[in-house]
C-alpha cells in the first residue's frame, strides 16, 4: 500500500510552502479527548482498505465508515456525523466534488478532504468552492495522511504544493485582471437595464421583472445579456455586486 503514494511531505502552516502539503490556518498540535472520526470514500475497494489499515494504527484516529461513490458518502455522512471526510474526486454515480456540498449539509462541522489523482486546477477551485477544506494528490505518502488528518481537524487548510502553486498563481492573475478593470471607466448602463438589474438584485426571474416592467421576457433576456456583456461578467449574481461595488447601484 505504502507504494501507492509518493514521498510527499506533508508540512505545518509555520513551515509555509515547501516540499509538502501547505497548510494554512491555526497551529496543530490540540490535544483532544475523542479520536478523530473519519470516514473514507473512494471507488476503489483496496485503496479504501489500505487507508482503513494504515489509519488503524494511529490511537488518535478511527475511522468509523467507508462508502464507494459520493451518493453513498452522503448517506453515511448523514448517519455517522464524521470529523473527516477522506474523499476522492472522480468516482460513479455521483463524484466527490458534487457531494461536497450535500455533505456539508447533512454534516455541517464535517470538514472534507479530497485525495485525488486529479491535478487539474478547476477540480482544485471547485472542490474549494464545494467546501473542500483539503485537496491532497495520491502521491503523498501513506505515512503522512493522518498528519493531514489531524491538521485540517485542528483547523487548517491543507493543499499539496503543486496545486498551491496553481492557486497562487490564479489568485495573482485575479488581483491583476481587478487591477485592470479599475483603470478602465464603469461602463454606462441605460436607465432600463438599472430597472432590470435592481430588480434582479432584489432575487425576480425574468418572468416577474417582464410583469413588473410591463415588457416582454424576452426583452428582459436582452436586457441581461446587454448587462452581463458591458460588465464583463458571467452570472446574474457577479452583475449585481460588481454594480454594489463600483456604485453603479445601491440597494436600500
Same mark, same amino acid.
Given at each position: 500500500?505504502?507504494?501507492?503514494?509518493?514521498?510527499?511531505?506533508?508540512?505545518?502552516?509555520?513551515?509555509?510552502i515547501d516540499d509538502g502539503a501547505v497548510g494554512m490556518g491555526p497551529e496543530a498540535g490540540t490535544a483532544?479527548?475523542?479520536?478523530?472520526?473519519?470516514?473514507?470514500? !473512494?471507488?476503489?475497494?483496496?485503496?479504501?482498505?489500505?487507508?482503513?489499515?494504515?489509519?488503524?494504527?494511529?490511537?488518535?484516529?478511527?475511522?468509523?465508515?467507508?462508502?464507494?461513490?459520493?451518493?453513498?458518502?452522503?448517506? *453515511?455522512?448523514? !448517519?455517522?456525523?464524521?470529523?473527516?471526510?477522506?474523499?476522492?474526486?472522480?468516482?460513479?454515480?455521483?463524484?466527490?466534488?458534487?457531494?461536497?456540498?450535500?455533505?456539508?449539509? $447533512?454534516?455541517?462541522?464535517?470538514?472534507?478532504?479530497?485525495?485525488?489523482?486529479?491535478?487539474?486546477?478547476?477540480?482544485?477551485? !471547485?472542490?474549494?468552492?464545494?467546501?473542500?477544506?483539503?485537496?491532497?494528490? *495520491?502521491?503523498?505518502?501513506?505515512?503522512?495522511?493522518?498528519?493531514?488528518?489531524?491538521?485540517?481537524?485542528?483547523? /487548517?487548510? /491543507?493543499?499539496?504544493?503543486?496545486?498551491?502553486? *496553481?492557486?497562487?498563481?490564479?489568485?495573482?492573475?485575479?488581483? /491583476?485582471?481587478?487591477?485592470?478593470?479599475?483603470?478602465?471607466?464603469?461602463?454606462?448602463?441605460?436607465?432600463?437595464?438599472?430597472? $432590470?438589474?435592481?430588480?434582479?438584485?432584489?432575487?425576480?426571474?425574468?418572468? !416577474?421583472?417582464?410583469?413588473?416592467?410591463?415588457?416582454?421576457?424576452?426583452?428582459?433576456?436582452?436586457?441581461?445579456?446587454?448587462?452581463?456583456?458591458?460588465?464583463?461578467?458571467?452570472?446574474?449574481?457577479?452583475?449585481?455586486?460588481?454594480?454594489?461595488?463600483? *456604485?453603479?447601484?445601491?440597494?436600500?
Open positions: 500500500m505504502a507504494d501507492s503514494f509518493g514521498p510527499m511531505r506533508v508540512a505545518g502552516v509555520d513551515h509555509g483532544r479527548e475523542e479520536p478523530i472520526r473519519v470516514l473514507v470514500v !473512494d471507488d476503489h475497494a483496496l485503496f479504501r482498505r489500505g487507508l482503513e489499515i494504515v489509519l488503524a494504527a494511529e490511537e488518535d484516529i478511527q475511522v468509523v465508515g467507508e462508502a464507494g461513490d459520493g451518493a453513498e458518502a452522503v448517506e *453515511k455522512a448523514a !448517519d455517522l456525523l464524521p470529523d473527516i471526510v477522506l474523499m476522492d474526486v472522480r468516482m460513479p454515480k455521483r463524484g466527490g466534488i458534487e457531494a461536497c456540498t450535500s455533505i456539508k449539509e $447533512v454534516a455541517p462541522s464535517a470538514k472534507i478532504i479530497m485525495l485525488t489523482i486529479s491535478d487539474e486546477e478547476a477540480d482544485l477551485y !471547485d472542490a474549494i468552492k464545494a467546501g473542500a477544506t483539503g485537496y491532497l494528490l *495520491k502521491e503523498i505518502s501513506t505515512d503522512e495522511v493522518a498528519t493531514a488528518i489531524r491538521a485540517v481537524a485542528d483547523g /487548517q487548510s /491543507q493543499i499539496s504544493p503543486s496545486m498551491a502553486s *496553481k492557486l497562487l498563481t490564479e489568485f495573482k492573475s485575479m488581483i /491583476q485582471r481587478t487591477d485592470e478593470r479599475r483603470l478602465v471607466p464603469a461602463p454606462r448602463l441605460t436607465d432600463r437595464e438599472l430597472e $432590470v438589474l435592481k430588480l434582479v438584485a432584489t432575487g425576480m426571474n425574468n418572468r !416577474d421583472i417582464a410583469k413588473e416592467l410591463f415588457i416582454s421576457e424576452n426583452t428582459v433576456k436582452n436586457h441581461v445579456r446587454n448587462i452581463l456583456e458591458k460588465l464583463q461578467l458571467h452570472s446574474r449574481m457577479e452583475a449585481v455586486v460588481y454594480a454594489m461595488r463600483e *456604485k453603479i447601484l445601491e440597494i436600500r
